[in-house]
């Protein structure tokens, strides 16, 4: 039975969510990692050992630019 050891990981989908909120705005990743309450060192070992973690956060990257558009009418 392998169990991690040490203090739970303050990664969780709130902080996730800050952390890609603020990359899809144009932060920095340090500043990200500020107003998500995290380390950016815990964000650079999810970054490399959680596909998940990664997939997310390089998805926020990568929409930076793209602009949205909401077409619905609200009458």
Do not use: Q
Not at 6 to 24: C, E, F, S
Request: charged content about 25%.
């Amino acid at each position: 039975m392998d169990r991690a050891v040490g203090r739970p990981t303050k990664l969780n989908i709130r902080t996730l969510l800050k952390l890609t909120d603020a990359l899809r705005n144009n932060y920095s990743v340090t500043d990200s990692c500020k107003w998500a309450g995290i380390s950016t060192n815990t964000y650079y070992r999810h970054l490399n050992n959680d596909m998940a973690f990664a997939a997310r956060v390089n998805y926020a990257i990568e929409s930076r630019n793209k602009v949205s558009f909401n077409f619905d009418i609200v009458l």
